[in-house]
């Protein structure tokens, strides 16, 4: 997610992924769990990623995540949203 314009924070036992846009934050982040039962991202965590990154299809998140999704991409699909104005 980093090469895709997201910037990474850690806190506690997660690690969070910030969308920024130009050095702004867009409001779209998600969020991972360093915890070790929990190796693979579940349907669960994959809804629960989709609200959070603003994305319509579950599929999305896994393209986005799997990289078939390019950081141009993403943010185009934010704009058209009105997530984010350029």
């Known amino acids: ?28 982040y998600t969020k991972f769990s360093h915890s070790k039962r929990e190796k693979d991202i579940n349907d669960y965590l994959i809804s629960c990623m989709q609200k959070q990154l603003h994305l319509d299809k579950r599929s999305e998140v896994v393209n986005l995540l799997n990289c078939p999704m390019d950081g141009e991409s993403y943010n185009h699909k934010l704009i058209m949203k009105s997530i984010f104005t350029p």
């Open 1 to 28: 997610l980093s090469k895709k314009g997201f910037r990474k924070k850690k806190a506690g036992d997660h690690v969070y992924f910030h969308h920024e846009y130009e050095g702004k934050e867009t409001g779209a």
